[in-house]
């Protein structure tokens, strides 16, 4: 796997620490609202880059915080406890906000078909390990006790700032966002390990320490996290772009100083998902949700298809003309996988299939080229050398990575095309019906563009509705509707 590393800035062949094993680390979601799906996009793309390293043929074990104590409005340890904030919007405990958005995080994974890391560790079960590797830093020196805080001492470091992407600006903490310096710091880019005099007393989780009761920092427990179940070696660190700096670099600096030796070797950032009117956010405008993209009449997958066309460097633009695009594309290649027969009978051809696989995987290989994976789906469907069952088993080989549901929409199309056509006129049902001499073929072709002309006007979504009208005009074919169906006939 060729991979961008954002530490070293350049193309390399990813190779883990030991042989075939791939440690990976993820930063999770702050539970304090429902994920937008900008940070959807983050984790669809990490989700990718897990299932093509093990179509690679690694083993990888995968682990994700989830982040319900810690995360100040700012990143900088200033603003509002984001926890805090959430269960006062809602008048719950900060406890019942974590676990409601927590599940709501699973439940928009699900849909997008976003695997579950083998491990999924909330920040709250880890106060003991943050409490020992406090004080290791204390005792080593790169720790410091300030106006009843415990700070990390980012001038006792040999390297500081490590992406540096990044310029002196970002760390200019205190003058951005109107929020507060803390006059505890010793340096500007030093960052909170431990709260007990914290500005918010109202803060509700505090735990007892060696320096009185009190809460972590954010950064901490990403070090302590990953360290628990990884080991004191990181092959793989991965979040999105925004979390480059500090998080990621304080995440270095302590894990380091702990360790006492080099951590993590190669770190994936993703970048943003914005809008046309810039950054995505939960509180300035339209709220993107997976539940608003449902709401809207779109199949998430749709949108996990958007986010695989272009590349996870860059950044990319969400409008809803462009997710209309990735939705008609989705439901034309469903239909083109329905118009596929499979055959129980029948076993792939696997020799056929092996340069189609060894293609898939050169795009996958390069930097994680999911676009340029896509057109592998392409190439199979308009295949002369390969039979259906051949095509079949290949779709479901690369839906291993990409995970778009083509072959199990498709077979819920072809299901619903035979009860569909099944059904007498006039018994309530959606019914569908064309001319006789049709072939096999065409008719599941249109039956298909019509039952999801169907499914479209059901959700209201008259922006795929009336593309598929285009689509059945432009292959000749004439449609009378009526109230229970639909007949067809050549132009
Ligand atoms: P949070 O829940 O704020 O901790 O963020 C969860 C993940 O989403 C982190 O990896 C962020 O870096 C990432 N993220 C935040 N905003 C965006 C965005 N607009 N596009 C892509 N990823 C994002
Ligand atoms: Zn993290």
Redesign the pocket.
Known sequence: MQLYNSLTHQKETFKPRFGNDVSMYT?G??VYHF?HI??L??YIMEDVLEKALRYEGYNVKRVMNI?DVG?LASDADTGEDKMLKGAKRENKTVMQIAQFYTDAFFADCRKLNIKTPDVVEPATNCIDEYIDMIEKLLEKGYAYLAGGNIYFDTSKLNKYYVFNDHDEEDLAVGVRDDVEADDNKRNKADFVLWFTKSKFEDQALKWDSPWGVGYPGWHIECSCISKKHLGEYLDLHC?????AFPHHTNEIDQSEAYLGHEWCSTWFH?H???TAGG??SKSKGEFLTVSLLEEKGYNPLAYRLFCLQSHYRQNLVFSWENLDNAAGTYSKLVNRVAALKPDDSKQPNLEAAKPYQEKFLKALTNDLNTSLAITSVYDVLKARDLDSVTKLYLLGDFDRVLSLGLVEAAAKVRAANATATAKPAGSGEYTIAGPADASEEEAAKVTALLTARYEARKAKNWAESDRIRDELAAMGVVVKDSKDGAVWSRA
Not at 239 to 243: E, L, R, S, T, V
């Open positions: 930063c979601p702050t994920a900008g940070n996009r983050s982040t995360h979040g999105g772009i925004d979390n993703v943003h998902l914005n950054k995505m």
